[in-house]
């Protein structure tokens, strides 16, 4: 059940995410397209509206950081995952992807470190879902961090493949860790 308080810590930051998702993109610049380009892009630096989407990155980090803290000793490798997934996060919205619109100013080391942050994003994930499957407490019959350990490798792969819907991958990506995060905080067997 969700009596501990890392569900709502979670469905919060999810929650607010979200909300910058969707609403971020009406404060972008025209050339930003949802299908095209990613979450990091609409928070680009120097970037009119980037706030709300770096705010989504924190939210997000920070409600996945804490509800890992505060439930522990629930698969507690699980937990490290998702409390460096939720640092990465943080991460993504300190340093900045250099700015889709041309002519406007980029830090190419904040950039850089904005690739580095979106690494251990990833690679916390697939963590995460290998922890789930391979630790004490976890199973390997756990559909749900299969697929997750799928999707982290295969989405990247696609949206270098196809990346005219590098945007609308990426958001799958994060829906999917949306599901797998309150299913990690919630339930009878967390």
Known sequence: MAGSSSFPLALTGI???????????????????????????????????AWIMRAGFVAYG?????????????RPLVRAA????????????IWSNAPIVPDLPANLTEDFYHSVASGVVGTAFAGACAARLFT??????????????????AI????????????????????????FVLREFYGPER
Do not use: C, K, N
């Open 15 to 49: 929650g607010l995410i979200l909300a910058a998702m969707l609403a971020g993109p009406a404060f972008s610049p025209p050339e930003f397209d949802w299908l095209r380009h990613s979450t990091s892009e609409q928070a680009a630096q120097t970037q009119s509206g």
């Open 62 to 74: 920070i409600g996945t950081a804490l509800g890992a803290l505060a439930d522990w000793r629930t």
């Open 82 to 93: 998702l409390l460096v997934f939720g640092i990465g996060l943080i991460g993504t919205a």
């Open 136 to 153: 004490p407490g976890g199973g390997m019959r756990d559909g749900l961090s299969w697929a997750g350990l799928l999707i982290a490798v």
């Open 156 to 179: 990247p792969l696609a949206m270098s493949a196809v990346p005219e819907y590098r945007g609308a991958l990426q958001r799958g990506m994060f829906a999917f860790s949306f599901v």
